[in-house]
């Protein structure tokens, strides 16, 4: 069930939903869109996150990670392909650039989010001239 309707209260959920739950969470690293994408209450959700990393923490952090490199590998085909074709379209100008554009940063940012890495340059460098560096002496 997708969407944003909430589980019928009481109804037992079963291992495959729980799986269901504990991938999708380790994809998005958010209950809301948890909850969403597998029809399950966020608090329900939250439950289910809980009990697993207290219970089974070993065995949830290794899933959090097959799934998180499972993604980035998926990225890693989507961005190839697109490339593929944003040469093509840049040769033919049928398709739109700013289409594949906005696509391959987009798989670049939550590719480097699945492995773990920065997604922004966060670093400034200012360079000051010889007289500005005399003045603030």
């Known amino acids: ?15 495959k939903k729980i799986a269901e739950v504990i991938a999708s969470y380790a994809l998005t690293n958010s209950y809301n ?25 070993e065995e949830y952090a290794k899933v959090c990670k097959e799934k998180k490199e499972e993604f980035a590998e998926y990225a890693d085909r989507l961005i190839n392909k697109a490339m593929c074709k944003l040469d093509k379209a840049l040769d033919r100008e049928d398709i739109p650039v700013n289409n594949l554009t906005t696509v391959i940063g987009t798989l670049y940012d939550k590719r480097a989010l699945a492995k773990g890495e920065m997604t922004s340059n966060t670093s400034i460098s200012i360079q000051m001239t010889d007289e500005i560096k005399e003045l603030s002496k």
């Open 1 to 15: 069930m997708k969407g944003t309707e909430c589980m019928t209260r009481g109804v037992k959920i079963d291992n």
């Open 33 to 57: 869109a948890t909850a969403k994408e597998t029809g399950i209450c966020t608090n329900s959700v939250k439950n289910i996150i809980n009990k697993q990393k207290q219970e089974n923490a």
